[in-house]
């Protein structure tokens, strides 16, 4: 007998959507991962792009904690993920940056380190954030600021989130010749590399079925 069913209703029955509890540990890991990213990069007098680059910008220019930069920064863009993405992706991001700008400080107090090689620091933190950022996007939330801006592109022009932000990121790298040595720049440009190649190679609509 033959099947009539549309295909689009057969590709429906494959998404699956995650439970309240998967959501929940997807935020705590995945913030948790961010914040680890975190203090590798604070460690070793690092950046990366996003509100966290221009938070460390600020925190290495004026002194101002981390933490309270990351959390007033994003403050402007919830109105767009509002608008945009709407009342649940935004609650979920604010959640996120609260969690991250609270861990941030945290972290350091819990871990500490004898040795840590700037190149293992760039690589390595980066990827550790790339992974804790996955973890919140496929969860339907983000760290705000660039984060709303990527995902709102990706779902209304189909560009890949992680390309948008490899570009602002690189703008916010480029900005931090001004205020950190060189050769940290190029360890960051590394760093942000490892970062979006995380995002742009597995935050991909037509290969994860996850919901929320």
């Excluded at 400080?105 to 840590?116: D, R």
């Excluded at 983000?142 to 992680?162: D, H, M, P, T």
Aim: some cysteine; overall charge positive.
């Amino acid at each position: 007998m033959q099947d009539n069913t549309p295909a689009v209703d057969t590709v429906a029955k494959v998404f699956v959507r995650h439970p309240l509890w998967e959501d929940g540990l997807a935020m705590i890991s995945g913030t948790a991962m961010v914040a680890l990213g975190i203090a590798f990069y604070a460690h070793a007098g690092l950046l990366t792009g996003g509100m966290v680059g221009l938070a460390f910008l600020l925190k290495y220019q004026l002194g101002v904690p981390f933490g309270l930069m990351f959390f007033l920064l994003n403050l402007p863009f919830y109105a767009l993920g509002i608008w945009r993405m709407g009342w649940s992706f935004t609650l979920r991001t604010g959640c996120a940056v609260a969690l991250v700008s609270v861990l941030a400080e945290l972290t350091p107090t819990w871990i500490s380190f004898n040795h840590l090689s700037p190149l293992y620091a760039a690589v390595f933190g980066g990827l550790a954030m790339g992974l804790g950022l996955l973890m919140l996007f496929r969860h339907r939330a983000s760290l705000g600021g660039v984060n709303i801006l990527a995902l709102f592109v990706q779902e209304r022009f189909g560009v890949r989130a992680g390309l948008v932000q490899m570009g602002v990121d690189g703008l916010i790298v480029a900005a931090s010749l001004f205020v950190i040595a060189p050769e940290k720049v190029a360890l960051s440009v590394l760093g942000a590399l490892a970062l979006n190649m995380v995002l742009a190679i597995n935050h991909r609509s037509d290969r994860y079925m996850g919901v929320s």
